[in-house]
Every structure is written in structure tokens, then in C-alpha cells.
């Protein structure tokens, strides 16, 4: 039987699939038994759902769909690496749901997060508060009767502290605790009640730590509460959203290809592979397929951009563990990288390299011998660092047994990457659902087997190495690119037309193109032709032919005017690549314009962060900030 | 008024001149000689005219900076304990350095006068005396803080500190069996005594684990990598997390000054002290009967240099090893101290008890 059959045998009416132009397998849910279909689809279907990818939701309150919205939920199969859609529409007069918070974990997160951002709620959730805004805002900014650019004071309004006496302020601390008691937020009203009746020695008492978000190694960005017996934690609690930008929103005002540059500063250590995921997403919306030079180009600077996020993560991690020359090593090599990088993209972090159809430049002519010798520097580094502190004792030490996730509490909080992939589970993007040529090159993935940092940094450092490998056969195979124009004869440089032209040979240019370059100052055309697809409702044109022919003229006007452009069709596609830190996906929905009706970010490291805390709860203080440097967080994709 | 004057004048010159310096250098010297492990150039931008010095105007800049930063006293502080806390710390880390012996005899206008500024014959008792006080300034500034990091600091450096401490005491229990002394004056001349007519009798050389035993512990002691737990800058980011301007130059200058006097101890009790080898009271006689003869004055000058290469060194090692290693666990540190590091000296007693029966 397949999926299909087998979900309207078991859910008759309330399951139906919805046809999907770019291949994606969706199906619409009526919401009161989404609990069920998820149940039936994590544990009985053949193949089995069992991984969810993500949650979100849609306002479709422009497009006129009705009902307004619907709660998307990505499921993945994890033994045949298939993606399903399912699709739950709630209406706006009843905006409620049951939670799949009891299936997989890290709903929790994205529920909060659906309902901070919507206001849609899920019955049953143990925990609905906010998530990425704070406490006291008011509505649900995602809405699209939210304006984009509307303001609200950004804290509570209390008398601030007056410094006077320092009785006054313990007594004032003493009164919060008793206020939060009765009706603080649930997390500390908890807390406090098992402090009151503490079991076992009446003379300890636990205490709270408020970890972040200003201190040195959460980032400045992260909060975590902390409850501790002595050194060691009892219970964590994090509040995240310090560092949100409101990214999904801002992409719905702009065009489609001007989401790029906000995409740079979602995971900001590994700019190229947002750009690419991105991009992916857009293009599968559109159906073109860009040029092969384009797709070993985007798999090059990918892998580059991988191995700077790996060697940062681990550089950082050591770093706060007091290993700082093992840091600076790291760093040096980076710099390279990012020299590199920015040779070819002309920036070092908001690189905005990758355009909807190809790429913004070609390599230059000494890439390969410069990305060849940055390869050579990145593993003699490798090897110090290995000797600085694979073996190292204390490092050793620090990290084996601490921060440890098992295999199915990985699986439960939707973790992916070398976090999931230090559980011993063989799961990698680039493998499970090859895109782009990943499929061409000959790589491992490296996995471990107990899940602790120790397991995690290994990884890390063995994916370098992969990534190094996978450049190199990228490099050897790089393709021409296909140089589609008709040289002979029909091109001719543009000065050297202007030239014809004063001495009267007009008819012979009739028949001719012109060659010039976007800024007319060189000829250096090629580039350009080799790295972006023939696919005119995408692809700026050429300057030649914008310059020589009105057809260039108007195709260039469309694409660059305000109301016209890049317009897919009407549709929704979910595109993901391997990010350094686990599945990156992008959720797009057009509604025909040329504006981006939704875009969605499945960032690796919220669901990560939504696990967090089972990582370190038994572990001490100081395993905290090891395990934390191992997630590898960038507040950048976590927060939006 | 003469011995007054005698212990000033030797108070001014080696903790004025010398150790105080050599604590300033040092904090230049942890940039520089990190940078250079760390393929950096480090400091380099404070100048004086246009004068760069390598970076060495850097200690001015932080001195003045210290100075003139607001101290700040956080509410529901303890006022009195917390102003006076970095004061205790920085006076036992200088009040150390008393014991030391940075030379032997110097003969001046006829009077002897041994370099060492309190010459008190129970040395390491005040040793020990004066490391078991350092922890006060930390445990106080902590918990007069307010502040729950500043307390885990407190409690991480309390339980560290004297943990090492009896490591430290009974290391150095072999050296006093050995030397059969207590005096650290009579500890260094003893080690200049020869071994089969031709070995200097270093304590590194009769007592090797008590070496390593006294080293590590001594570093522990310090608070610096790899056993920085109370400071633990990235994650509960010290004991001081509340101090600023010079309260906070205070401890920082206490780290300065405690890696010197570990150091100071370890050359005193293992490398010598300020023997140079085969050089006596009238200069220098080497095994093979060769003999050069010295005025005092060289003598001294000549083992006051030994002393401060040998610190100099030794500072360098710490250096190295504070920037190559990760950091310990708070419970690892207690695992070593108290599980390897006190065993291991007990043994070194046993050991050092045998030899020396047999030897008579």
C-alpha cells in the first residue's frame, strides 16, 4: 500500500493530499486529528515517519485561502530519507490545535515559537509562553495584519531601581520572589515550590543562576536559568529571541532576490550555505535547474564555508576551555579561508554571493592554486590542534562523558549534523538526499558513538578533512561551462563596434552582437556566461545584450522594477542542504508576486538549543560552557 | 636602627626593584610571549613619542587605566570586607617574598649582611603561614560580593587553595628531611654542597617527585591555567567579577606576584636557590682543582644574577604551560590534589625516609 492509501484507509476524509508542482509529497490534515496522523505516521506507516524536520505556520490571509492559516509540520523519514508535508488549516475564529509536544520534543520550541509568532495555540502544550519575543508584546508579528515596520516599546514599564539603600533593594528582591511565586512565569513558579519542599537535606537548598545573556560564553545572547546543587545543575531553562531580527518578516517586503543579504547574517560563521539553501528553495519554486559550473562553484565555496564554521566552533570551544592557543591556530587558518572568500565574493561575512540561478562571479584564474594552498594550511593546522588536544589529558578529560545525548533523545528534539551524527546515527544531507553533485565526490561521513562532546568535537575535526576532500574533487572536476554563444563572426568587442560604426560600416553590425562587460570598462563577459542558466525570468541579462538590444533592454527593466521581477508562481516548496550544523532547510511560499509571501528558516541549531537542556542537566557548571561550545550555536540562525 | 635600615634598604631593592618589576614585566611578558606562541605580534600599540618599546608601554597604559577607572562598590555589598579583601590578597602575596633568600653574604663597609630580608629560621612554616592567609583576600572579596558568581569563585578557590596546600606542605617535607632544615637560608646554602665531589646537590636532583609534586601544586596555587577554576573566565568568570579599577588591578597583580613567589619557592628549594655550581665564598673551584678567585662583591652580584635567571626561567615555563593547556574541572582539580599529588608526596616521604636510612 502506499502512503497514501494507507493514511485514507486509516483517516478517510480528514486526510487528503494536496497536489504540489514541484514534487514535494503534501497532504491537508484536519487539525483536530493532526495528533493522531502524526501518532499513525511516526509509528505505523510503511515508511515510517519518525523525524520531525519542522513546524511552522502560514497566514494566508492575502492570498485568500481559507481558512487563514495553516500549521505546517516537515516530517522526515529517517530509514528512507523521504520529506513529507502535512498541512493543518486553522481558522482565524479558533485558533487552536493539539500539540504534538508528547511525539517529539522539540515541538515544544516550535509550537512556542508558532504561537508567539501567530497566536495560534496548541491545546495541551506543557509550556506556552513566548519564545522570541519577549513577555510584555503585544500581538503576533508574523501575522500579516502585523505591520512590518510597527514599534512597541521594547520593556515593561516599572519604576527603575532607585540606588539608594541597600535594605530597600534586598527587600524589593525579597518581594520578586514572593511575587513570582504566586504568579511569575511557570518555570520559576516551579523552581521556587521545589525549593520550599526540597527533599532530602533539609541544610541544602539549591539555588538559580541566571547564565547570559551577558556573559562571555553564552555569546552575549542566550540565557540559560540554572538550577544548581552546588557545582552541578539540576535543571536549565533557556530563554533565547536577544539577537531576533525579525528575518522572516523582513524577507516578505522585499524581493525575492534581495533576501540574500539577510540570509548572510542568519548562520554569520557559514554565510555561503544560507545563500545556497536559500536559493535552492527559490529555484525549486521556479523549476530551473542552474548550470553545472554553477553547482560545483556553490558546492566549493559551501565546503569552504563549512570547514571556516567547524574550525570557528572548535576554535571557540577550546578557547573556552582555556585552551586559547589552540584558538589563535584555528583562526589563522580561517583567515586564510576568508581571504580566499573574499577574493571571490569581494566581502569576508555578508558575503550575499549566490543569485537565484547561479552565482554573483566566477573564481578567479588563481582560485585553484590559492584554495589549493588554503587546504594545505587548514590541515597542517588540523595536525597541531589534533596534538594540542586530542590527546591532551585535561582536554580529554573535559569532555568524554559530558554533555551526552543518546541516540533517541537526539531523534526526539529534532536534532541533526555532527550533534546527531556524534549519536552514532549515519544521517548527512549531503548523502541522505545528495542536491546539488554532492553525489559526484567520494566522502565520509564520520560518526560517533557515545554522543558526548568528546564524540562531537571528533567529528568536527573529521569533517574538516572530509570537506578538504570534497574542494579538492571539485576543483579537479570543475566543468568549462557551457559558452552557448555563437562566437564566430557575431560577437565583437563593443568599442571595436563603435569603431566599425564611425567608418559607416553599419550594415555589417546589423548582424552583430556587441561584447561588453557590466561595468563596459574590460571584456570579461565569459564569466558571466558561464555561471548563470539561459532562464530570462530569472537571470539578469547580460550587459551586452542589455545594451544592445531592446529585448535585453526590457527583459533587465522587468527583473530589476519594483512590482515586476523574479515571480515564481503560486506555490510552496521546502528545499534543505547540510549546514555545518545540520539540516538547513527553507520554507518558501509565493503567492505569484514578486515579493516572497513566506519564508520559513529551519535552523539546525534551534532544535539543538531546544534539547539543550538534557545535555546538561547532572552535569557540572563548568560542562555547560563545554557542551555549549560543542552545540556550536549561532545566535544568528537561532534567533532570525 | 642599623638592622632597620639594613632590612629597608633590602626591602626597596629586592621587592621594590626587583619583584615588583618583574610582576609588571611579566604581564607584558604573558602578551608578548604568547603572542609568539600564538604566531601573533601582540601588544604593540602604546606609545611614547612615537617610541613603541615593543609593546612595553602597555604596563603604564594599564596602570593608569586601573587607576583611574571608577571603583565600584555593587549594592548589597559588604563595604568594609570588600575593600579590604584585595588588600589582604595583594600583602600576603608580597609578604612571602620576606623569607627568601636572594644571595648569600654580602660584606659591606665591614657589617655581613645576608640577602635575605627576614632572616627567621622556621622559613617555611612562614612559607606555609603566609600561603594559607592568601586565601583569605579571595574567599573575602568573593563572598563580600554579592554576587553568586563571585561566590562559586570563592568556594571553587577556597577548596582548591588549601587543598594544594597540604600538597605543597608535605612535598616539601622531603626537602626538609634532606636538608634537615627549616631555614630557607641554610635550604640554599646546603644545596651548594657537592654530591661525589662533582654534582651540585640541587633539591631537583635528590628530590625529583617532590619537584613535580611542589610545581603543580604551586601552579594550583597560583589560580592560573590549567587550574584557573575560580577565575574560569568563560564560565563563572572569577571570584573579582565585581571588582574594577585598581581592587580589580589588586588581584590581578596578586596573580602576578604568586607566580613569582612559587616560582621564588621552587628555585630556593629545588634549583638551588642562589647557588651558582662550584662557586663559594672566594669564587669559584671547580672539581678539577682549577680555582678563581672572586672579590665578595662579585660573589654576590654573581649569585643575586643566578637566582633571577634561574626565576626568569622558571617564569618562562609557567608562561609556556598557563598558554598550552586546557583548563580543569573544578572536581578534576580536587581529584588531583587530593587523590595523585597527596599520595604521591607521602610516597616521596616513604622513598626519601628509606634512602636516606640506608645511606645513614
Known amino acids: 500500500m502506499t502512503l497514501k492509501e494507507q493514511l485514507i484507509a486509516r483517516f478517510g476524509e480528514d486526510v487528503t493530499p494536496e497536489p504540489s508542482r514541484v514534487g514535494d509529497e503534501v497532504y491537508i490534515v484536519h487539525r483536530n486529528r493532526i495528533f493522531e496522523v502524526c501518532q499513525y505516521l511516526k509509528e505505523s506507516t510503511n515508511p515510517k515517519y519518525d523525524f520531525l524536520m519542522d513546524l511552522t505556520a502560514v497566514d494566508?490571509?492575502?492570498?485568500?485561502?481559507?481558512?487563514?492559516?495553516?500549521?505546517?509540520?516537515?516530517?522526515?523519514?529517517?530509514?528512507?530519507?523521504?520529506?513529507?508535508?502535512?498541512?493543518a488549516p486553522v481558522p482565524e475564529s479558533d485558533p487552536i490545535l493539539p500539540t504534538v509536544v508528547p511525539l517529539w520534543g522539540v515541538a515544544n520550541w516550535f509550537e512556542r515559537e508558532v504561537w508567539d509568532m501567530f497566536g495560534i495555540k496548541f491545546k495541551g502544550h506543557p509550556d506556552l509562553r513566548r519564545l522570541l519575543m519577549y513577555d510584555e508584546f503585544k500581538g503576533h508579528p508574523l501575522r500579516k495584519d502585523y505591520p512590518f515596520n510597527k514599534r512597541q516599546p521594547l520593556v515593561k514599564n516599572t519604576e527603575p531601581y532607585e540606588d539608594t539603600e541597600i535594605l530597600q533593594y534586598l527587600q524589593r528582591i525579597k518581594q520578586d520572589e514572593a511575587t513570582q511565586r504566586d504568579s511569575g512565569p511557570e518555570y520559576l513558579r516551579d523552581f521556587l515550590k521545589r525549593r520550599e519542599t526540597f527533599e532530602g537535606d533539609r541544610s541544602t537548598r539549591s539555588f538559580l543562576l541566571n547564565m547570559g545573556p551577558s556573559h562571555p560564553a553564552m555569546h552575549g545572547v542566550i540565557h540559560i536559568l540554572l538550577e544548581l546543587d552546588g557545582e552541578y545543575v539540576r535543571a536549565a531553562d533557556l530563554g533565547i529571541g536577544y539577537l531576533h531580527r525579525a528575518f522572516e518578516k523582513e524577507c516578505e517586503v522585499v524581493k525575492w532576490g534581495q533576501v540574500f543579504p539577510y540570509t548572510d547574517r542568519l548562520n554569520y560563521v557559514s554565510p555561503l550555505i544560507n545563500n545556497v539553501a536559500y536559493a535552492m528553495a527559490v529555484e525549486k519554486l521556479l523549476g530551473i535547474e542552474i548550470t553545472e559550473r554553477a553547482k560545483y562553484i556553490r558546492v566549493i565555496m559551501s565546503e569552504l564555508s563549512r570547514i571556516t564554521d567547524h574550525l570557528t566552533c572548535i576554535a571557540a570551544n577550546a578557547m573556552e576551555l582555556g585552551a586559547m592557543t589552540a584558538f589563535l591556530y584555528f583562526i589563522e587558518a580561517r583567515e586564510e579561508l576568508y581571504n580566499?572568500?573574499?577574493?571571490?565574493?569581494?566581502?569576508?561575512?555578508?558575503?550575499?554571493?549566490?543569485?537565484?540561478?547561479g552565482v554573483k562571479a566566477d573564481f578567479t584564474p588563481d582560485f585553484p592554486e590559492r584554495c589549493t594552498s588554503a587546504i594545505k594550511l587548514v590541515r597542517e593546522k588540523l595536525k597541531e590542534v589534533h596534538k594540542l588536544l586530542t590527546r591532551n589529558r585535561i582536554f580529554y578529560d573535559r569532555m568524554v562523558g559530558t554533555g551526552v545525548i543518546d541516540k533517541d533523545t537526539a531523534l526526539h528534539y529534532g536534532f541533526t549534523g555532527p550533534v546527531l551524527r556524534s549519536t552514532g546515527i549515519d544521517f548527512d544531507v549531503?548523502?541522505?538526499?545528495?542536491?546539488?553533485?554532492?553525489?559526484?565526490?567520494?566522502?565520509?561521513?564520520?560518526?560517533?558513538?557515545?554522543?558526548?562532546?568528546?564524540?562531537?568535537?571528533?567529528c568536527r575535526m573529521e569533517e574538516i578533512e572530509q570537506s578538504c576532500r570534497i574542494v579538492e574533487q571539485a576543483l579537479a572536476k570543475l566543468p568549462g561551462g557551457p559558452l552557448n554563444v555563437d562566437h564566430e563572426g557575431?560577437?565583437?568587442?563593443?568599442?571595436?563596434?563603435?569603431?566599425?560604426?564611425?567608418?559607416g560600416k553599419t550594415h555589417e553590425l546589423l548582424q552583430m552582437e556587441a561584447v561588453t562587460d557590466p561595468t563596459l570598462s574590460g571584456s570579461n563577459a565569459e564569466f558571466y556566461r558561464k555561471i548563470y542558466p539561459d532562464a530570462k525570468a530569472v537571470v539578469l541579462p547580460r550587459k551586452e545584450v542589455t545594451y544592445s538590444s531592446i529585448e535585453g533592454m526590457m527583459n533587465h527593466f522587468m527583473l530589476v522594477m519594483e512590482g515586476v521581477g523574479i515571480a515564481p508562481e503560486p506555490g510552496e516548496a521546502y528545499a534543505a542542504v547540510e549546514g555545518a550544523n545540520g539540516e538547513l532547510g527553507f520554507f518558501v511560499v509565493s503567492d505569484g508576486?514578486?515579493?516572497?509571501?513566506?519564508?520559513?528558516?529551519?535552523?539546525?541549531?534551534?532544535?539543538?538549543?531546544?534539547?539543550?537542556h538534557k545535555m546538561i542537566e547532572g552535569d557540572q557548571i563548568a560542562d555547560v560552557i563545554a557542551t555549549f561550545g560543542t552545540i556550536n550555536m549561532i545566535a544568528g540562525e537561532l534567533d532570525r | 636602627m642599623q638592622a632597620l635600615a639594613e632590612a629597608a634598604?633590602?626591602?626597596?631593592?629586592?621587592?621594590?626593584?626587583?619583584?615588583?618589576?618583574?610582576?609588571?614585566?611579566?604581564?607584558?611578558v604573558e602578551r608578548k610571549q604568547s603572542a609568539v606562541m600564538q604566531d601573533r605580534i601582540g601588544a604593540n600599540r602604546a606609545t611614547i613619542f612615537g617610541i613603541r618599546m615593543l609593546g612595553m608601554f602597555h604596563m603604564l597604559a594599564d596602570m593608569l587605566k586601573l587607576f583611574t577607572k571608577e571603583f565600584f562598590i555593587p549594592m548589597g555589598a559588604r563595604r568594609f570586607v570588600y575593600l579590604l579583601a584585595p588588600m589582604?590578597?595583594?600583602?600576603?602575596?608580597?609578604?612571602?617574598?620576606?623569607?627568601?633568600p636572594f644571595g648569600d653574604t654580602l660584606i659591606l663597609g665591614g657589617r655581613e649582611i645576608p640577602l635575605q630580608i627576614a632572616n627567621v629560621n622556621i622559613g617555611i612554616l612562614y612559607i606555609f603561614a603566609v600561603l594559607g592567609m592568601a586565601v583569605y583576600g579571595v574567599v573575602l572579596g568573593a563572598w563580600a560580593s554579592n554576587n553568586n558568581y563571585a561566590l562559586l569563585g570563592g568556594l571553587r578557590a577556597s577548596a582548591q587553595m588549601l587543598s594544594y596546600e597540604v600538597a605543597i606542605g608535605v612535598s616539601l617535607v622531603g626537602v626538609i628531611m634532606v636538608y634537615q632544615t627549616v631555614d630557607l637560608m641554610e635550604i640554599a646554602r646546603a644545596q651548594g654542597q657537592l654530591l661525589w665531589g662533582w654534582l651540585p646537590q640541587w633539591g631537583i636532583l635528590l628530590q625529583p617527585l617532590g619537584f613535580l609534586i611542589f610545581m603543580t601544586a604551586g601552579i594550583a596555587e597560583t589560580k592560573r591555567i590549567p587550574f584557573d577554576a575560580p577565575e574560569g573566565e568563560s564560565e563563572i568568570v572569577g571570584y573579582f567579577i565585581e571588582y574594577s579599577g585598581m581592587g580589580f588591578g589588586m588581584y590581578f597583580l596578586t596573580d602576578f606576584l604568586e607566580t613569582i613567589l612559587i616560582a621564588s619557592l621552587?628555585?630556593?628549594?629545588?634549583?638551588?636557590?642562589f647557588q651558582v655550581p662550584y662557586l663559594y665564598a672566594d669564587g669559584f673551584h671547580f672539581p678539577w682543582g682549577q680555582a678563581i678567585l672572586l672579590p665578595n662583591i662579585a660573589v654576590a652580584a654573581l649569585q643575586f644574577l643566578s637566582f633571577l635567571i634561574k626565576l626568569i626561567v622558571l617564569l618562562f615555563i609557567m608562561m609556556a604551560i598557563r598558554w598550552t593547556l586546557p583548563r580543569f574541572r573544578y572536581d578534576q582539580i580536587m581529584h588531583l590534589g587530593w587523590k595523585i599529588l597527596l599520595p604521591a608526596s607521602l610516597i616521596n616521604i616513604l622513598i626519601t625516609a628509606v634512602v636516606l636510612t640506608i645511606i645513614g
Open chain 1, 60 to 87: 494566508y490571509l492575502h492570498t485568500g485561502t481559507k481558512p487563514r492559516f495553516a500549521v505546517i509540520y516537515q516530517l522526515y523519514s529517517m530509514s528512507t530519507h523521504r520529506r513529507l508535508r502535512l498541512k
Open chain 1, 340 to 357: 580566499l572568500i573574499e577574493e571571490i565574493t569581494g566581502a569576508r561575512l555578508t558575503i550575499s554571493y549566490v543569485r537565484i540561478g
Open chain 1, 430 to 458: 549531503r548523502k541522505a538526499n545528495p542536491y546539488l553533485v554532492y553525489d559526484e565526490f567520494d566522502f565520509d561521513v564520520p560518526y560517533g558513538e557515545k554522543g558526548d562532546n568528546y564524540d562531537r568535537y571528533l
Open chain 1, 490 to 503: 557575431k560577437i565583437i568587442p563593443a568599442h571595436v563596434m563603435a569603431d566599425y560604426g564611425k567608418f
Open chain 1, 593 to 612: 508576486s514578486d515579493h516572497a509571501y513566506r519564508v520559513r528558516v529551519r535552523p539546525p541549531c534551534f532544535t539543538l538549543m531546544s534539547g539543550f
Open chain 2, 9 to 28: 634598604g633590602k626591602f626597596v631593592f629586592f621587592i621594590g626593584l626587583i619583584v615588583l618589576n618583574i610582576a609588571a614585566i611579566l604581564t607584558w
Open chain 2, 88 to 100: 589582604i590578597s595583594l600583602l600576603f602575596a608580597l609578604v612571602g617574598f620576606a623569607a627568601i
Open chain 2, 266 to 273: 621552587t628555585v630556593t628549594f629545588f634549583l638551588g636557590g
